[in-house]
């Protein structure tokens, strides 16, 4: 989150005579104040106090968020908090009452608030808290209440780590002393994660600043050692798109690693610092994890600097908006992998083929009928981390901006070598433009910036067709310019439908054999062509017998009565993509300067 500046009235004293000097003085204002312990931990709760200083007389109010910064959905964080007891500056009890299931309002203090609360936590991930016996991971929505009127003010927290367990901090707040960190205001505060625990600790220097890497995990000295090694050339991969790192608050940026059974997986961007979490140990899932790694530190350009101007100043009161997401997410996860090939990381050939699964989950959606890419992005407070029990169409309707995003800036990578340009130098320009100024941007910023870049007929070109439509680009062409093919076997039959012993699982494809045939999630299905089905039936036999554009008889049952009609089988529309086995050298060139080290 971008940090507020504190502004600071200055008073001078009028009437002053002549033989004496104008006096000014600094005006106070109000803070926030926290201290936090883990006695319980065994049962997941932590015991906080917060003081809140400098209230104005009447009614005041104190509340839980109810979102996250870098989540866009609606968090209902009130629910595990519970023993709320208030008392004024002289420890006189304060009533409290309940305007709404978030906030808490008392009358008659003396212009301070004590609450003591008891918080559960145990979600281990980059929007919740979890407190147990290894750790304890508090994402500061999820865990601390705050007062809307000090917003603007100093906040201070105390830690009180369990020595018995040899916890230690690692957060991007400011250090003051001990275990006594602050934050300028809300803003910083709610975005400064911290893990404490029994973690290791790995740091690196580029530039005069530091970047640390705090990771709690179960695994040996050695396997970290590796790992930090491949976080060091994927940091390095990032720093050359922009030619610089951002500049750091306080001069660190910090990784907060938990690599744990009882964590949830995730990645969490931040200004100064990224949560990354992972059941998977090592030892198991090195080359996973760090591709997480990769994502969120492109975050500290896209998205933390280079920000929306949607998002700002962020709503810890509401679900944040933002049609930019196929930008913030989208590019920043097409350059996830494109960075750890470029590192040595992923090889060349496995990065060309492991661009099939999006490929085909963006283009082959029937979401872009329904949605553009901006569209799709005002999706995310449903989607993101975002709970239902109603069932929902998004098979059919959505597709993840963070998908539709990575294929855009593939489209526009490849789109811009082709003319001899590039979409690192684009990002660059964007980054010198906005995010080293920290200049909020629009859609409209982003198409200026291309335009300044590539011309105003590509710039144009390229939105009208596939940002403020959904089209879908020449990517033949293009993937001919770096020596890949692009193919599709449309000899081969497809159902479009999902199927797990005999029951559909899915909403049927919108425009599918299954779709127009009237076929539903929940059907089961007893016979297909006159083969009876069972749960060990497999589907890709079935297909072998049939061609597409063929019609056959499905016998299907629901809602315990058995029907019976007629599909007419698609053609298989999923693409292939893979290395020409003969390179040009022209495509040689190309294809060393998209993927190779910069």
């Not at 290894?134 to 020595?163: G, Q």
């Not at 050695?222 to 050339?233: C, I, L, N, Q």
């Not at 350059?335 to 283009?363: P, S």
């Not at 340009?421 to 859609?443: F, H, Q, R, S």
Request: hydrophobic content about 35%; some cysteine; charged content about 20%.
């Amino acid at each position: 989150m971008r940090s507020l500046i504190l502004l600071l009235s200055f008073l001078c004293l009028v009437n002053c005579k002549e033989d004496k000097n104008p006096v000014t003085e600094l005006t106070t204002t109000g803070s926030s104040s926290y201290t936090i312990s883990f006695e319980n931990a065994a049962h997941h709760e932590a015991e906080i106090t917060a003081t809140f200083k400098g209230l104005k007389s009447g009614e005041a109010e104190f509340r839980m968020s109810r979102s996250s910064p870098g989540r866009y959905a609606i968090h209902e964080f009130a629910k595990n908090v519970y023993n709320v007891k208030v008392t004024d500056g002289k420890g006189n009890v304060l009533e409290t009452t309940r305007p709404d299931p978030y906030s808490w309002t008392v009358n008659n203090h003396d212009g301070t608030i004590i609450v003591n609360y008891t918080l559960y936590a145990n979600h281990g991930d980059g929007t919740y808290a979890q407190v147990d016996e290894t750790h304890a991971h508090l994402n500061m929505p999820a865990t601390f209440m705050y007062a809307p009127s000090l917003e603007n003010d100093t906040f201070n927290i105390e830690f009180k780590p369990r020595k018995d367990l040899n916890w230690k901090i690692a957060t991007q707040l400011k250090l003051v002393e001990g275990n006594r960190y602050s934050a300028e205001n809300l803003q910083y505060f709610m975005d400064s994660p911290t893990e404490i625990s029994d973690h290791m600790l790995r740091s690196f220097e580029v530039d005069g600043q530091k970047i640390n890497f705090a990771l709690h995990h179960n695994g040996t000295v050695a396997e970290f050692d590796d790992y930090f090694e491949k976080v060091k050339k994927t940091i390095l991969q990032q720093k050359a798109v922009f030619g610089e790192l951002p500049t750091f608050d306080y001069g660190e940026y910090t990784f907060l690693g938990c690599y744990i059974p009882n964590a949830t997986g995730d990645g969490m961007e931040h200004r100064n610092s990224t949560i990354v979490t992972s059941t998977r140990s090592l030892a198991d899932g090195a080359d996973r994890n760090i591709g997480t790694v990769s994502h969120e530190f492109f975050h500290c350009w896209n998205v933390e600097r280079i920000r929306p101007q949607s998002l700002e100043p962020f709503n810890f009161e509401a679900a944040n908006m933002s049609g930019e997401l196929w930008f913030a997410e989208g590019f920043t996860s097409y350059y996830d992998d494109l960075t750890l090939t470029r590192a040595g990381l992923i090889a060349q050939e496995d990065y060309i083929k492991g661009l099939t699964g999006t490929f085909n989950y963006v283009w082959n959606s029937p979401g872009r009928q329904f949605f553009n890419p901006i569209e799709m992005s005002y999706q995310a407070p449903f989607v993101d981390a975002a709970r239902s029990v109603d069932d929902i169409n998004r098979g059919n309707t959505f597709i993840s901006y963070y998908s539709y995003g990575s294929m855009l800036g593939l489209a526009l990578d490849l789109s811009l070598r082709a003319e001899n340009l590039n979409l690192d130098d684009y990002m660059a320009l964007v980054w010198n433009t906005y995010g080293k100024t920290e200049t909020y941007y629009t859609i409209a910023d982003l198409q200026q910036t291309l335009k300044a870049y590539a011309g105003a007929d590509f710039g144009d070109a390229f939105f009208n067709n596939y940002i403020y439509k959904s089209d879908m680009p020449d990517f033949e062409s293009l993937f001919k310019t770096v020596g890949v093919q692009l193919k599709q076997n449309t000899e081969q039959p497809a159902f479009g439908l999902r199927l797990k012993n005999q029951v559909i699982t899915s909403n049927t494809m919108v425009g599918s054999g299954a779709y127009n045939a009237g076929l539903e999630k929940g059907d089961k299905l007893l016979k297909i062509d006159g083969v009876d089905i069972n749960e060990t039936s497999d589907l890709n036999k079935i297909l072998g017998t049939v061609k597409p554009n063929q019609t056959v008889d499905v016998v299907y049952e629901r809602f315990g009565k058995q029907r019976t009609v007629k599909l007419t089988l698609d053609a298989d529309t999923s693409y292939a993509i893979s290395s020409l086995d003969d390179l040009s050298e022209a495509a040689k060139a190309n294809r060393d300067a998209w993927l190779g080290a910069k």
